[in-house]
């Protein structure tokens, strides 16, 4: 059934005549029934919030297809990945192609052995929790479902490529064209030539204009007339000879859209099965996520396998960060959805991008989110270059999605990364499995970085969650796993790579008492004047620090308040230049530093009897010195604890001091961030 929409839904684009480079192959489809729909219908939403990461969140979302060709700021189209091949030893896991009766390059001699074998092996998957809707009663878990479902009608815009503008739009709808004319398709989407003049974007679509109306939309198609083909979860698999001859049984899964934080139309999603030399038992698996990818086993950790013979995948997940809950409730988005495939439930640390933390979830009374490998609709997918599509043309009647460099989606979905342009940040959707850098491929490799998994022991994880006030509403979720860089490479190959902060000279951070602490303990006779400064927040201090290799720059301010209830305050605000002298990398890091600069102070002290102060202010030198160390909660984020002796310039006897200086002890308890 064609994803169609109610008439006061559908997307209006105009049936123009087709593009040259397309027309000459689809004549014989010059009157099936193309859709006639063109998106008219745009809104924008402009949403105020305080924060500047809320403003950034709404601008980000604003609808990214008005006017509907705004995508091509974010996507270019003469860039597209090339069709992944195979290798020469591929005959003895396929058979010989001549073998093959439909041209498919599967010899029919070997096709019910490897339809056993993907069955043999097919996992169970356990879906993430609120990637679900419920409509009157029912609840509709997100599924992975048949590709064919979405790839009804192909669209192709095609652009001017000077001036850089959308040109036309055409829809072809595939079920009514003729086995010659997508023979001809074919050949216009495997050419690398491109004209000089006009480019083209080939994109399956999925109603709707945003996570809120896809879900909507998906609900409608869940419970329609075809609703017994969308609740039927279905895996692609495709087996493959890896490098070193053994077998691997790919599992590839397509949902309709993805929502999470980079939302966007349609999502493929894999796991790799490497198998022993017998192909009767595993020998490891390979979990995709996020452009990562974690191999099993490794070192302790083994993966979970149900009935012998068939690996339990935990699908993510929730996407816990600042944008978060502003974009729950601004934009109706449930950051539920990652649909990466993980050995594990739990919190996985920098596994999503920008490095936050992605929640899995696990197995719990819901029955809808655990899908059995009993449940999967198997199918066994050809190599594409084995395909002999020229003298079996009919063959393209099933698996010419297959072939093309079609994206999976419209090009780009509305989400926070839509406010970075020309630059893939998972805003896009995908082309399909063959194009993917994993296809034909194990992990660690090409697009896919190995993780190297570290569980967190519990304690450790409630204690490092209380020193992280931004992280207090998902606090004490665990298990936690972290990918574990040290051992991997060595230091500065960890660092070119982005894993390990720059360190030496090279260092460069910002440090701050903002979700923290600063307590200040006068001393001497400053001290038997005014009371112990006790700084939380920004509430009577502000304290903020940059350093550059060895050499650290601090300034901010302390207030503290007289003995006398009332009676007055003083600030001091000094800004200094430090030596540090820093113990090597690891968990726990020492440093000391020692410097001095200019300080400033502003007293405050009342009349008495009347409603009126003296203001008194200054400027001098100060000396400081601390002691502290740096605890790495995260490669790149440190609490910072420190024990600080400050001796700046004062007032004297404008405020009623013995002396001109102003010493305090302080404890200073903040956070430090390495770039």
């Known amino acids: 059934m064609p994803l169609s929409c109610p008439a006061d839904r559908r997307r209006h684009i105009s049936s123009r005549p087709c593009a040259p480079s397309v027309r000459r192959h689809v004549r014989a489809s010059r009157n099936s ?107 509709y878990q997100l599924l992975p479902c048949d590709p064919a479902l979405m790839a009804d009608t192909l669209r192709i815009d095609r652009i001017d490529a ?62 329609g007339p075809d609703s017994s083909r969308w609740a039927q979860p279905t895996v692609w698999a495709h087996p493959f000879l890896d490098g070193a001859g053994r077998a691997v049984l790919q599992y590839w899964y397509f949902y309709p ?103 899995v979830s696990g197995r719990d009374g819901n029955t809808r989110r655990n899908v059995s490998h009993r449940d999967f609709k198997v199918m066994l997918i050809p190599e594409p270059s084995r395909m002999e599509y020229r003298s079996h043309p009919e063959l393209l009647e099933d698996w010419s999605f297959l072939l093309w460099p079609v994206r999976w989606g419209f090009p780009s979905g509305p989400s926070p990364a839509s406010a970075f342009k020309l630059t893939d940040v998972g805003n896009r ?23 190297r998994v570290k569980k967190i022991p519990n304690t450790r994880s409630y204690f490092e969650d209380l020193l992280q006030p931004w992280y207090y509403l998902y606090i004490f979720r665990h298990p936690r796993f972290v990918h574990e860089t040290r051992g991997a490479l060595d230091r500065k190959e960890l660092e070119r790579l982005g894993f390990a902060p720059r360190s030496g000279w090279d260092e460069r951070g910002v440090g701050s008492a903002l979700f923290g602490m600063s307590v200040g303990f006068p001393q001497d006779d400053f001290g038997d004047l005014y009371q112990n400064s006790v700084g939380f927040l920004l509430w009577r201090n502000f304290w903020l620090k940059a350093r550059f290799g060895a050499l650290e720059l601090q300034g901010g301010y302390q207030k503290f308040s007289t003995v006398e209830q009332d009676a007055g305050s003083i600030f001091i605000y000094p800004f200094t230049a430090s030596v540090v002298v820093r113990r090597p990398e690891g968990l726990v890091r020492p440093y000391v530093s020692i410097g001095g600069g ?65 010493r305090f002890m302080g404890l200073y308890a903040g956070h430090y961030i390495r770039f």
């Open 429 to 451: 959707a995908p082309f399909g499995p063959a194009f993917n850098a994993g296809w034909n491929r194990t992990a660690p490799g090409l697009a896919y970085p190995g993780y």
């Open 162 to 223: 000077a001036p850089y503008q959308l040109h036309e739009t055409q829809n072809i709808a595939l079920r009514d064209l003729t086995p010659d004319s997508l023979l001809g398709l074919t050949a216009a989407a495997l050419s690398y030539q491109s004209d000089p003049d006009h480019l083209e974007i080939w994109y399956f679509d999925f109603p709707g204009e945003s996570p809120k109306e896809w879900w909507r939309e998906y609900a409608r198609l869940r419970a």
């Open 257 to 359: 859209f993805n929502d999470y934080v980079g939302n966007h139309e349609g999502d493929w999603e894999h796991v790799n099965v490497i198998l022993n030399a017998g192909r009767d038992s595993i020998q490891a698996i390979d979990y995709y996520f996020h452009g990562r990818s974690v191999r099993l086993p490794q070192g302790e950790y083994r993966p979970e396998i149900e009935d012998g013979t068939h690996p339990v995948i935990y699908v993510g997940g929730r996407a816990y960060m600042i944008f978060d809950y502003p974009n729950r409730l601004l934009d109706g988005d449930r950051n539920s959805g990652s649909h990466g495939n993980y050995p594990y439930p739990g919190e996985w640390e920098a596994a999503a991008a920008l490095g936050h933390t992605e929640s």
């Open 598 to 662: 200019p300080s400033g102070w502003e007293s405050r002290h009342m009349i008495p009897g009347v409603d009126a102060k003296v203001v008194t202010s200054g400027w001098g030198w100060a000396a400081t010195g601390s002691v502290g160390i740096e605890y790495y909660l995260r490669p790149k984020v440190a609490f910072d604890l420190a024990f600080r002796y400050v001796d700046a310039a004062g007032p004297s006897d404008q405020a009623g001091l013995d002396g001109d200086r102003l």
């Open 33 to 139: 029934r193309a859709s006639r729909a063109r998106r008219t219908g745009r809104h924008l939403r402009a949403l105020l919030w305080p924060s500047l990461a809320c403003t950034l969140l709404t601008l980000g979302c604003a609808g990214t297809r008005n006017p509907r060709s705004a995508y091509l700021q974010i996507i270019r189209p003469d860039q597209r990945p090339s069709l992944v091949g195979s290798r020469s030893a591929t005959d003895s896991l396929y058979g010989d192609p001549r073998e093959s009766q439909s041209g498919d390059g599967i010899a029919e001699g070997r096709r019910d052995s490897l339809q056993a074998l993907i069955e043999r092996f097919t996992p169970t998957l356990i879906l993430p929790r609120g990637d679900d809707i419920q409509v009157k009663g029912p609840r």
